[in-house]
């Protein structure tokens, strides 16, 4: 018959803090397992080894040294008291309830900052495309209003020719001063950037938006203003 499992199941569960091992018997103030080698602590010890839930290791002087052994933890799960685990279960439980609607709070606001995100990137691509196709729609009526077969101006072929042995970048005013360098004296402003609107249309150039370090112009009448925006120079595509 097995001898007073309490102190077997407090032995086992001291014994399992120390898994470098533990005293069988409490020796002075000395740590132990069992508070004596008689009586019923004695014989719980006794039975704790012969069950093979305790395991001798060496012997120190007067003190036998012990271990918990894995039938003794076995031993001990079996007989462990699962009240406390289960109170303790049911604490945790309790308080990831309490915090389900903070969550679920917390989704929602994700959600919606997500919504948000995904209204404002829709309106900008909206916004976008409006611009592009009314930049198109312009280019459009610009090519239908010169004649399909009609080749390039000398003036534009000149323009696209600076760019492509001269300097890769020009000002739209320094452009326009080299065209009439070339002999183009005839040409007005509103011809040049009707030319120039159209290149860009052909894919020839390619526009510079005026920025905010472009500071002054020093001849602003030759700046082009085309779809709300302010372009300043031009570059080979």
Not at 6 to 25: R, V
Not at 79 to 92: F, G, I, T, W
Request: glycine letters at 8%.
């Amino acid at each position: 018959m097995e001898p007073v499992s309490d102190l077997i199941i407090t032995a086992c569960k001291e014994a399992g803090q120390h898994p470098e091992g533990i005293a069988l018997y409490k020796v002075g103030k000395n740590p132990g397992l069992f508070n004596s080698k008689t009586g019923p602590a004695g014989e719980a010890a006794q039975y704790a080894l012969q069950a093979g839930y305790l395991e001798l290791l060496r012997t120190d002087g007067k003190a036998e040294m012990v271990r918990l052994t894995p039938r003794g933890e076995a031993y001990l799960k079996e007989h462990l008291d699962p009240k406390p685990v289960l109170e303790e279960l049911l604490v945790q439980l309790k308080q990831h309830q309490q915090t389900m609607p903070r969550w679920l709070a917390e989704i929602d606001a994700q959600f919606a900052a997500f919504r948000l995100r995904s209204l404002n990137f829709l309106e900008q691509q909206g916004t976008a495309l409006a611009k592009l196709i009314e930049r198109t729609e312009a280019a459009l009526r610009r090519v239908h209003q010169t004649p399909e077969r009609e080749s390039l101006e000398p003036w534009q072929v000149e323009a696209v020719v600076c760019l492509d042995t001269k300097q890769p970048e020009y000002t739209l005013a320094d452009l326009f001063h080299a065209l009439e360098n070339a002999g183009f004296h005839d040409l007005t402003i509103p011809d040049y950037h009707h030319g120039i609107l159209l290149l860009r249309d052909r894919g020839s150039i390619q526009l510079i938006g005026e920025t905010a370090s472009s500071g002054s112009l020093a001849e602003p009448e030759y700046a082009l203003i085309d779809e709300g925006n302010i372009y300043i120079g031009v570059k080979r595509s």
